[in-house]
Structure formats: structure tokens, C-alpha cells
């Protein structure tokens, strides 16, 4: 799975959880998951069990607490699909 | 402002805004047709043939998926339960009915001045069934996500006081089937005492297998018409065979006359008083059985508040729920108003339409008796063509059909409950 494949399918998990609809449409790496996106951060515990179940990996708590950037999501979930191929 | 500190005043409080989402109809104009059109939304559900209980039909609002989309946002609707959708629904209906404006999400500004207080009799059952247990029990506790959020028996009022920066007193009261009643009675207190300028006030409660479940097994629904669902509510009848489980929400908009008036607002009614109390399970009260004194206390309590005499109250919207207690229901309206059987008011049962929605019963016949009243008409009470024996002495004060009273200035309004609890409101057409 390169790069582009894993960031679609990371900003369609953050979609319904975005607020700011006009950060979504022009959403990139850099872009924000709270600031920018607008997700309220009790939703961040529900993205993770998303990302879990939509890439089939593990995320640690203190990995989760790293990510701010839909960059920072898209390595993480790159990093943790190499580790455990 | 309002909140500040208690001060001895006495606010007149009336009605601007009505909000509701039932079996038989979702909005004001539709509910209030449906009403005079006596429409049942009583339906046969095979879910609940399926688990095996014995009553099959209950009264759930239709086109729910579609309609919450358009009141809630994605996000929003990920951590919502049936009763807090249905809440927000019947609230932000109320609201605009009134002519406020819902605020931005984006704005900071709090609105102090007005609170809600909304009720559930049993939260999210559903949340707790289908998530939480069987997660917890398979050790997948860190799957649970913010279901925790989604499933606080607060979520009703938490959730709307998001919606609408409301600032002012918010809480999800709960007293089984008096809820929504209990629930408009505080909000009325609370403006009165000058607390508050507006409070949404009501009930709200969702279905779910897991809680009517639990009623099959009592022994308290209906078995016998599962293959006529629209006659299997039958308040007041000799073949009722108990309550049609039901869900939705009705919410008002209770303002201060102050308020109301400077913002040029149209007045559906006047909340003239309102009682709550409990029979403290004696005398004959259980649990589930009304002590029949805190019934009559409960409806004097609200009459003497009113100041209306007995003579005057054109109708009664009761709690009537087609179960053994409603000829002692009517006989303590009776006693309590010392009226003779011919001269009572109108006796009608809007759970014959809608069936029974628990926490959300209150909140919604409310919105059904301030309707009647600022409309002048009675609904029908439909299903009691067999009237309970021993209300035959009452026969001429049913309405089977709905009766048009355009000079009717007087309604009563009550709700009885799991645990002896009582609610009593008296509603009065507004006069300047």
C-alpha cells in the first residue's frame, strides 16, 4: 500500500469526524487533525479504533499521542503495516 | 440577568414553542393533524415477534436515518443514541417554532438566560446492550471509543445545550413515565422564581428491544392484537390489555410573559401551575401501583396553584395507559376535582394514538394538550368503543371522535409513574 493509498483512506476515516468542511476539501499532509480539521478530541480515542480496524494494525497509546498532522497518521500507519508485514 | 441570585418574583410563564417527533407524526402541523385525524402510529415490528415476546407492536417515529441527517452532523450523529437524536430533533423544532435563531458553532456567545430540561426514562439501552456489555465482556474494553459519551443518561440535554449555547440550567431529569411532565413542571418553576427566561422542557426516550423486553416478561403489554396494531392501544377499555411501548420526544419552549412579550413572540398557552409528588408507596401504592391520596394531592396541589375552580377545566389530558389503573385513574380525578361523573371534564388518552412513551409520554402529550388548547379541539380517545365498566357513568365525557371546542380555555395534564410519582400541569389559552 504506497503512500497515496493509506492518506485516502486516512482523510475518508477522519471525514465524519472533521468539522471544518473547507480544511477537508483541501486536506494534505501538514493539515492539522484538531487545529485544522476541527476534530473534537474526545473523538481521537474512535479514529484510532478506526485506523485499527481499517489497516489491521496496533497502535500504542504513546504513538497515538504523537500524531497531530494527517502526515504524522499516514506515516504511523505506514510504519506500524512494514513492521508487522 | 437571570440565574444570578433567587428573587422573590413571580414570572407569568407561557408556551412559544412546541417541538415534537412521535409515532404518529414528526412536527407541529403534522402532529396536530394527526391528532384530529385520530392516526394511530402503531405498528406490528417483527423484531420483536423474533426475540420471542409476546406483544409485536409498539410506536416508533418513522424515517428517523433520513431526518437525523438533517438536524445533527456526522460527527455529532457518530456519538448519538436514539433518545438524544430524538431530543435534539424535537428541541431545535421548538426553538426555531418560537423564532429564535440557532446559534453557529462557531460563535462564543452563551445564551445565560435559557436552560433545558429534558428527561429519559430509560437512556441509552441500546448503547449499553449493543456495545458497552458485549465489549467489556469479550475483554475488548479499549474498543469501547467515547461510547461512554454516547451513552450518559445526560446525553438529552447535554447534547442540546451544544446545539444551542444554552447557558443556563441543563439536566436530563428522570421519573419514569412522569418524566417529561416533571420536567416542564421545573422549567415552569424556574421561571417562574425568575431563574430563567426560557427553558426547553420535556422527554425523550428510544426504543429498544433490551428495555421492552423487560416489559413483556411483567407482563404489562399487549398481547392480543398483534395482528391489529391500531387497535392495540386501548386506554380506557374493557379489552385493554396493557401499554403499546413507544418512543420519540415533545419538547416546549417555556418563557417568561417578560420575555415573550419584548420579542413580540406568539403564545401558544399559559402555564397557569404544576405539581409533582409521590404516594411514598402506601396506602395501597407500590411501585407500580399509585397510592390513589398522592394522586388526588398531586391534582388539588395543581388546581389550588392554578386558581382556576374545578367547574372551569374544559378537558383532561390523562395518563390513561390501558392498563388495570385507569378506571382508578379517572375515579382520582373525580375525588380530586369533587366534580359528579356528568359534569367532569373531556377524558381523553393520547396513548391511544401514539402508544406509551415512557420518559417521552409527558413531553409529548404536553405538546398535544397546548396544541388543543391553542387550537380548540379535543382528539379523539380512540380503542374504548368498550368502555371499562366501570367508567360507564363517565361515557359521555369520552371523545371517541374528535370534538372542535374553539372556546376551550382550560386543560389539565398529568403523568403517573414507576415508583408512585406523580405530575400534574394546568394549561390555560392565553389572555393578555
Redesign the interface.
Known amino acids: 500500500m504506497d503512500q497515496k493509498e493509506v492518506f485516502e483512506k486516512v482523510v475518508a476515516i477522519l471525514?465524519?469526524?472533521?468539522?471544518n468542511k473547507d480544511a477537508l476539501a483541501n486536506v494534505a499532509l501538514e493539515t492539522a487533525i484538531q487545529k485544522d480539521l476541527k476534530v473534537?478530541s474526545?473523538?481521537l480515542?474512535?479514529i484510532v479504533?478506526e485506523l485499527e480496524e481499517i489497516f489491521g494494525i496496533q497502535v500504542k497509546d504513546e504513538d497515538a499521542e504523537k500524531v497531530r498532522t494527517v502526515g504524522d497518521a499516514v506515516n504511523l500507519v505506514m510504519y506500524l503495516k512494514k513492521a508487522s508485514a | 440577568m437571570a440565574g444570578s441570585a433567587p428573587r422573590a418574583v413571580t414570572e407569568r410563564v407561557v408556551i412559544t414553542g412546541l417541538g415534537v417527533i412521535a409515532s404518529n407524526a414528526h412536527g407541529k402541523e403534522a402532529f396536530s393533524r394527526a391528532l384530529r385525524e385520530c392516526k394511530s402510529g402503531v405498528r406490528f415490528y417483527p423484531h420483536l415477534r423474533d426475540i420471542g415476546m409476546a406483544c409485536h407492536v409498539g410506536g416508533i417515529p418513522e424515517g428517523l436515518d433520513e431526518l437525523s441527517a438533517q438536524y445533527l452532523t456526522e460527527e455529532e450523529l457518530l456519538v448519538a443514541n436514539h433518545s438524544t437524536t430524538f431530543a435534539s430533533i424535537a428541541s431545535i423544532d421548538a426553538w426555531t417554532d418560537a423564532g429564535l435563531v440557532r446559534p453557529s458553532p462557531e460563535s462564543d456567545e452563551v445564551d445565560w438566560d435559557t436552560g433545558a430540561i429534558i428527561g429519559t426514562g430509560c437512556g441509552a439501552v441500546e448503547v449499553l446492550a449493543e456495545k458497552v456489555v458485549p465489549l467489556v465482556n469479550a475483554g475488548k474494553v479499549r474498543r469501547l471509543g467515547s461510547s461512554m459519551e454516547q451513552s450518559f443518561i445526560s446525553g438529552n440535554s447535554a447534547r442540546v445545550a451544544g446545539l444551542l449555547a444554552l447557558g443556563n440550567q441543563v439536566s436530563t431529569n428522570s421519573s419514569a413515565c412522569s418524566t417529561g411532565n416533571e420536567a416542564v413542571v421545573e422549567a415552569f418553576i424556574r421561571i417562574r422564581e425568575g431563574r430563567a427566561k426560557r427553558m426547553l422542557a420535556g422527554g425523550s426516550e428510544g426504543h429498544s428491544k433490551y428495555s421492552w423486553a423487560g416489559a413483556d416478561a411483567m407482563k404489562v403489554l399487549p398481547r392480543g392484537f398483534n395482528d391489529a396494531p391500531e387497535k392495540a392501544s386501548r386506554p380506557m377499555s374493557a379489552t385493554a390489555g396493557g401499554f403499546v411501548p413507544a418512543a420519540g420526544a415533545g419538547i416546549l419552549l417555556l418563557e417568561s410573559l417578560s420575555s415573550a412579550k419584548a420579542r413580540g413572540a406568539r403564545i401558544y398557552a399559559e402555564v397557569l401551575s404544576g405539581e409533582v409528588n409521590c404516594g411514598g408507596q402506601r396506602m395501597g401504592g407500590t411501585m407500580s401501583a399509585p397510592n390513589p391520596e398522592g394522586v388526588r394531592r398531586c391534582i388539588r396541589g395543581a388546581v389550588a396553584m392554578s386558581g382556576v375552580r374545578a367547574e372551569e377545566i374544559d378537558a383532561i389530558n390523562g395518563h390513561l395507559t390501558a392498563t388495570f389503573a385507569d378506571p382508578h385513574e379517572v375515579e382520582s380525578w373525580r375525588t380530586a376535582l369533587g366534580l359528579s361523573p356528568s359534569k367532569m371534564p373531556l377524558i381523553h388518552a393520547t396513548k391511544s394514538l401514539i402508544g406509551h412513551a415512557l420518559g417521552a409520554a409527558g413531553g409529548i402529550e404536553c405538546v398535544a394538550t397546548v396544541l388543543e388548547l391553542h387550537e380548540g379541539f379535543v382528539h379523539g380517545s380512540i380503542n374504548c368503543e368498550d368502555l371499562h365498566p366501570a367508567l360507564a357513568p363517565y361515557a359521555e365525557r369520552v371523545p371517541h371522535t374528535t370534538a372542535v371546542l374553539p372556546n376551550m380555555k382550560v386543560i389539565a395534564k398529568a403523568s403517573f409513574g414507576f415508583g408512585d410519582v406523580n405530575a400534574c400541569i394546568i394549561f390555560r389559552k392565553f389572555e393578555n
Open positions: 471525514k465524519p469526524f472533521a468539522k473534537n474526545a473523538r480515542v474512535d479504533l
